[in-house]
């Protein structure tokens, strides 16, 4: 299907309204609470190996193979490492080419943006806090400064009740997919699930192999997923042995190994939210590809 001419559609204007006091907001609000801002990276030896398959996105150049950035969650980790940095964050554009079937899940992009955050020697529980006040300030803002943008496109939001509903996945009886689907539309507020097995770099407990100390957060009103985040795996010992699990290529992740195999890296939590999906959200629109001008849809011909 070809890209639709999103950039002339009427609540464009409205809509990039919403973003730009929603960007301003979260990135106030880090700032605020004394988070240093670092540029995003786009081409590197290593990026994240995410947990559900993608093309390839890699580039040649003079003869070093380079992959375009997946998530900088590993740049996170190796920024942390000098003392006196502890809490970062990254506007950080991604490229994931996801495969054609996710064009009718309403969510995906092949290009996108994440507001990517790191903090050394957190805990799950103090990121989570975190995410929320930043989340519950950023929709206060745009409910003070867009409400007539709100209105525009018929859009009511509420500003959500913290603490947020917590679930964990261990108490599904159903996959944790359908679950997250099913209550993201029940749900009239944003809520968090614990507890997905996924990547090499999300902390799995110590004891209780198969627990994971990660969390989304997912959005009401059938919005579905916000952010991902985890306490991550900083030992050697456990990346090697977890990537070995997964199958995948240890020389592919060299030179992230060699600064591990050296216990250079620190413990830390964070995350990454999906700044389309947050428009998408705050705006009330079903397709992500109706938030942006230039948005690229998996399985759609890209035009511009
Ligand atoms: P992940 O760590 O893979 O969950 O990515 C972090 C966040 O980025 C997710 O929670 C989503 O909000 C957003 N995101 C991930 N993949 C996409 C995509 N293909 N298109 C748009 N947003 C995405
Ligand atoms: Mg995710």
Known sequence: MKQKLTLISKDMLPILKIQ???IKALTDFLDKNEF??????????????????????KINYLGQELQL?????????????????SKIYIMSPNIRLEKANCESSGRHLIEFSQLDIEMKKARKKEFMQLAEEMVVYAITKVKEKNSKELEQLGRKLQIPKTPFKVYDSKDFKESINDAEKRLSKEATEPFWILNHKREFYDMEDKTEKGYYHNYDLIWPEGFGEALSGAEREFEFKEIVRKMKERGMNLEDYESYLNVASKKLLKPSAGGGLGIERFVRYLAGKRHISEISPFAKVPGRKITF
């Open 20 to 22: 730009s006091t929603a």
């Open 36 to 57: 240093l801002q670092m540029m995003p990276v786009m081409l590197s030896t290593v990026t994240d190996p995410l947990c559900h398959s993608v093309y390839d996105a």
């Open 69 to 85: 950035t997946k998530s900088m969650i590993l740049h996170k980790q190796l920024a942390l490492i000098p003392d006196e940095i």
